[in-house]
């Protein structure tokens, strides 16, 4: 890959990752969704400035990867992607107090392995 295609692909996971941090965010302010409040809580989604953001960010991702997938196989940018679950374990850690049991690291691990041998150029 390419600075370039790096870049784009930086740009999607962060806007991607900061999507699902606005989302968390905005979905702890609505509070849990149950059949007597799903239909209150839909409406609020629409004025809840967090996941209106949220929103914005992963359409914002979502370029950024259409771009890059005009460069780079899918076959690369896909797995590539997946460097966003390692960040989103990182976020719910330090912002949301998630615990990140060993298996989940060893699970991490695998992942940002996975990534290197995709992106892997001899």
């Not at 609020?44 to 991702?61: K, N, Q, R, S």
């Not at 060993?102 to 001899?122: E, F």
Request: hydrophobic content about 55%.
């Amino acid at each position: 890959m390419l600075f370039q295609e790096m870049i784009l692909l930086l740009v999607s996971v962060v806007a991607g990752v900061t999507g699902q941090f606005l989302l968390k965010a905005g979905a702890l302010k609505l509070g849990q969704t149950t059949i007597n409040n799903a239909l209150g809580h839909i409406i609020h989604i629409v004025v809840t400035p967090e996941l209106m953001l949220g929103l914005a960010c992963y359409a914002f991702g979502s370029i950024a990867y259409i771009l890059l997938l005009t460069r780079v196989d899918l076959s690369v940018a896909g797995p590539s992607v997946a460097l966003s679950y390692v960040l989103s374990v990182l976020i719910g850690f330090f912002y949301f107090n998630e615990a990140i049991p060993v298996s989940r690291l060893v699970g991490l691990g695998c992942i940002v392995c996975g990534v290197l041998l995709v992106v892997w150029q001899k």
